[in-house]
């Protein structure tokens, strides 16, 4: 499946794309296009998937050479400590046995060069860099930007049969009740 998507000025654009491989797992690809105004020219970064290799993505700031890739479908153009931050909504297949949602962060360095991840989401008491959900493989979750509530919505995850305790990511389901993450 591919994907591109961009903001309504255009002003950068997202080429991103997938690939199961034969073991039931994905592959990610894409490209950041954006627009040099000053020397009237587009520049291209090409994502370089590494999420097996990051440790701690939650909390992990990345390049385009060590992305944590996903199939994004929704950018959320926002303001964050005085400069502008896009959030990202994507998917990741995973596995046969469960899938993820993401929700991502990417700004633009003084350079232009394209940084994922901001310490934008708030988790008890520490903040994430980004956040990622997993859950059943083949199971539906919600996982959207709501006008509005000017927020993101999301499904509250639930063990899939009831008493288990810190069940693995393949036993969680959708509970149908929602959350969300709000801007401030």
């Given at each position: 499946m591919r994907q591109i998507i961009a903001l309504a000025d255009n002003r950068f654009r997202i080429f991103?794309?997938?690939i199961v491989k034969e073991d039931g797992t994905y592959a990610y690809f894409g490209f950041i296009q954006?627009?040099?105004?000053?020397?009237?020219?587009?520049?291209?970064f090409k994502l370089q998937n590494k999420s097996q290799e990051i440790r701690n993505a939650e909390t992990a700031v990345l390049g385009p050479e060590?992305?944590?890739g996903a199939l994004y479908y929704k950018i959320i153009e926002t303001n964050f400590k005085k400069k502008k931050v896009y959030t990202l909504l994507g998917w990741?297949?995973?596995?046969?046995?469960?899938?993820?949602?993401i929700i991502d962060v990417v700004s633009?360095?003084?350079?232009?060069?394209?940084?994922?991840?901001?310490?934008?989401?708030e988790k008890g008491k520490?903040?994430?860099y980004r956040v990622i959900f997993e859950f059943k493989a083949e199971m539906t979750m919600t996982l959207r930007w709501d006008t509005e509530r000017d927020m993101i919505i999301y499904d509250f995850l639930v063990p899939e049969f009831e008493g288990m305790r810190n069940p693995p990511?393949?036993?969680l389901i959708n509970s149908f009740s929602?959350?969300?993450y709000r801007f401030r």
């Open positions: 991103n794309w997938n954006t627009w040099d105004a000053k020397k009237k020219e587009n520049k291209i060590k992305w944590y990741d297949g995973n596995n046969n046995v469960s899938w993820k949602k633009f360095r003084q350079d232009g060069t394209p940084q994922f991840g901001d310490d934008i989401f520490r903040n994430q990511p393949q036993f929602y959350d969300g």
